[in-house]
């Protein structure tokens, strides 16, 4: 099988770097849906930019490339253990090339591998069968949306739907609170797999495998085909919208499994997935080891972009900021508006922030923007670092840190994406300082708004969570929280959760 790790770093390339026809497919759906000018229209629109973007450039559509997960089915004369060792070099390589991101860290030190391989990393399952060739599926999902998977144990009250019993309809209640419950956070509008029965184990591994199905297919079960279609529909009467902005698309797939429990237990597990729904297939030829086929593929090439790209954003004030930044113009921002910001940005996520609340920053802070971002960097032969992804991260696991972070170094604003909570704002707003909302996976779009990195503190943390000092050009975001109080996010959450709780009355009988 001479050519299998080269087949495996095409899997690996094509799966970071090229969304499939399917989910391309969808969100253009998606685009056609919204109308043009809103902020889920603009939201989608930089997104399919980025996916053309990452697909020019061979790059990471979004800089969070996941846990790799492969499935991998085996005749059965097959050496599993040398595929493994194949498939670990090829993950290696592939995070040096900078299409994958070193995600491997060490849960007790910190510590991170560097080459995306450690304990559990990436995870590898075989499955025997009778078919003569290989089969090889991967899956890249990132953190933001696995943090927002979500396991109900029936029965159960929910909020805005009130009880879920132990039927048909008690299911369709947990797999819209699950809708409810992910907002933007996971980079709405998602896909979701879902997973009825097992045990806790069992039901978030029938969840996941529903992520490898097509979006376009048809449940083989009636029931199961009919409670999909109702999910899909009524997901998007939510009016969560992309990125959570508010709009007419919530949910871009729902994929639904059932299997047996036993009778204490009732599970239903769902699995969401972001909009940068990063999975492909290959077929391989058992002894060459080159690839036979491609499993998500079509005829046709899906364009996600369209004529309205350029149009103007409708009733919306642009603001451009250069850094630093003073008190009187962001208290001069209000939710909605769209921000240009020119100058030095500094990234920071879990580890600075975590780091911060009792030392010193390395650099002057004062009128400064954190940008919550771990990028994908790679140095080039001169010893440069390059930015090879850079998209925002879920700003809300920084929630217990962030407001006495802005207190404490006069910080004025926030980059990131999902929103944050109360305890923010009200430093936001004491202080004077705004969230800005970026567009969450658009990767290769932030990038390129980057034009140089000034230098970089805290690389013992890790690539992703080092405070990468930057200069940006043209970077833009949408002021979801200001410094009047308002945000956006909390406005979406009440809504939605309104909207929710019209779905009360049963349907499944
Ligand atoms: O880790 C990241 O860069 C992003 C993460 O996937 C997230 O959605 O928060
Ligand atoms: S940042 Fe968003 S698009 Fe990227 S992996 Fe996280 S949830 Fe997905």
Known sequence: ?????????????????????DVRKAIRKAREMENAGTRSAIALSTIAQNIVMAEENVSPICQDTGLPTFKIKVPVHINQLE?????????????????????????????????????????ISFEQWEKDEIEVRLILKGGGCENKNIQYSLPCELEGLGRAGRDLDGIRKCILHSVYQAQGQGCSAGFIG??????????????????????????PDPKLAELEEYIMEKANTLSIGTMGFGGNVTLLGCKIGSMNRIPASFYVSVAYNCWAYRRQGITIDP????????LYTSEEKVNVQMDEDNAAAKDRREIVLHTPVTEEQVRDLKVGDIVIINGPIHTGRDALHKYLIDHDAPVDLNGSIIYHCGPVMLKDEDGNWQVK????????????????IIRKFGIRAVIGKGGMGQKTLQAMKEHGAVYLNAIGG????????????????????????????????????????????????????KTSLEKLAKLKEPVFK
């Not at 978030?204 to 199905?213: I, S």
């Open 194 to 219: 879902v997973g009825i029965g097992g045990d806790r184990t069992t039901g978030f591994e029938l969840a996941k495998k529903q992520l490898f199905r097509h979006v376009d297919d048809t449940n």
């Open 83 to 123: 595929i493994t060792r194949v498939i670990r070099e090829a993950i290696a390589e592939a995070t040096k090339k900078g299409v994958l991101r070193p995600n491997s860290v060490d849960s007790l030190t910190g510590e991170n591998s560097g080459n995306n391989l450690g304990e559990g990393t990436p995870v």
């Open 1 to 21: 099988m001479q050519a299998l790790k080269e087949s495996i770093l095409k899997l690996i390339t094509e799966t970071s770097t090229n969304l499939p026809p």
């Open 442 to 493: 658009a990767a290769q779009y932030y990038a390129d708004c980057i034009t140089s990195v000034d230098g970089v503190d805290f690389l013992e943390f890790g690539v992703p969570e080092a405070m990468w000092h930057m200069q940006v050009k043209g970077f833009a975001a949408i002021v979801t929280m200001d410094a009047h109080g308002n945000s956006l996010h909390e406005d979406v959450d």
């Open 287 to 294: 002894k060459t080891g080159e690839i036979l086929n491609w």
């Open 389 to 404: 992804a850079a998209g925002p991260t879920t700003s809300i696991r920084e929630e217990p840190y962030q407001g006495d």
